[in-house]
T-cell receptor, first 115, second 111 residues
Framework: EAGVTQFPSHSVIEKGQTVTLRCDPISGHDNLYWYRRVMGKEIKFLLHFVKESKQDESGMPNNRFLAERTGGTYSTLKVQPAELEDSGVYFC?????????????FGPGTRLTVL | KQEVTQIPAALSVPEGENLVLNCSFTDSAIYNLQWFRQDPGKGLTSLLLIQSSQREQTSGRLNASLDKSSGRSTLYIAASQPGDSATYLCAVNGANSKLTFGKGITLSVRP
């Protein structure tokens, strides 16, 4: 069974540019999560999809961030326009079913650097 | 608001030592707790998941315990090896399935 995959692994962009991160969850996992770690801080929740619906987006920092999961498969997280403070590692995770009791499996992360 | 604390931030031990990593959380209303391992530049590998109704879980040389009422979990690593060197993260699953993470403990096992 393939794990959670993320693309790209690294991205370096200039302030004001747009970047789109992609996450492919484990096949069959209804739940998809985005998390972020900025330098020196703990990993923090951004949002949660159940299939194609946003279940909880309380962690999204502002309206420069847009997450989609069309068709309930892969997800994209777009940052537009990027700011310096958006630099960090963006993790995607997935879990099966609709239960909060299920284990979350994480991808390798995308390291975003905004110059 | 849930807060997760892992102390100390870093730990260095000689090979072969048994060790305990601690995790504390402020809100005992959790569904479960996960321990993760992260190697430098890599993603998170789930080590153990303890449901709120459980007291402990074991996998190989790892044993995790949970005392929900006191807001504590420990990860016990038996007979540590240099390959165990990594950052260990504790995360609690509370309302709405979102994980709240500690900052992690960076473990170095000296040969």
């Amino acid at each position: 069974e393939a794990g959670v995959t993320q693309f790209p692994s690294h991205s370096v962009i200039e302030k004001g540019q747009t970047v789109t991160l992609r996450c492919d969850p484990i096949s069959g996992h209804d739940n998809l999560y985005w998390y972020r770690r900025v330098m020196g801080k703990e990993i923090k929740f951004l949002l949660h999809f159940v299939k194609e619906s946003k279940q909880d987006e309380s962690g999204m920092p502002n309206n420069r961030f847009l997450a989609e999961r069309t068709g309930g498969t892969y997800s994209t997280l777009k940052v537009q326009p990027a700011e310096l403070e958006d630099s960090g590692v963006y993790f995607c995770a997935s879990s099966r079913g609709r239960s909060s009791y299920n284990e979350q499996f994480f991808g390798p992360g995308t390291r975003l650097t905004v110059l | 608001k849930q807060e997760v604390t892992q102390i100390p931030a870093a730990l260095s031990v000689p090979e072969g030592e048994n060790l305990v990593l601690n995790c504390s959380f402020t809100d005992s209303a959790i569904y479960n707790l996960q321990w993760f391992r992260q190697d430098p530049g890599k993603g998170l590998t789930s080590l153990l998941l303890i449901q709120s109704s459980q007291r402990e879980q074991t996998s190989g040389r790892l044993n995790a315990s949970l005392d929900k009422s006191s807001g504590r979990s420990t990860l016990y690593i038996a007979a540590s090896q240099p390959g165990d060197s990594a950052t260990y993260l504790c995360a609690v699953n509370g309302a709405n399935s979102k994980l709240t993470f500690g900052k992690g403990i960076t473990l170095s096992v000296r040969p």
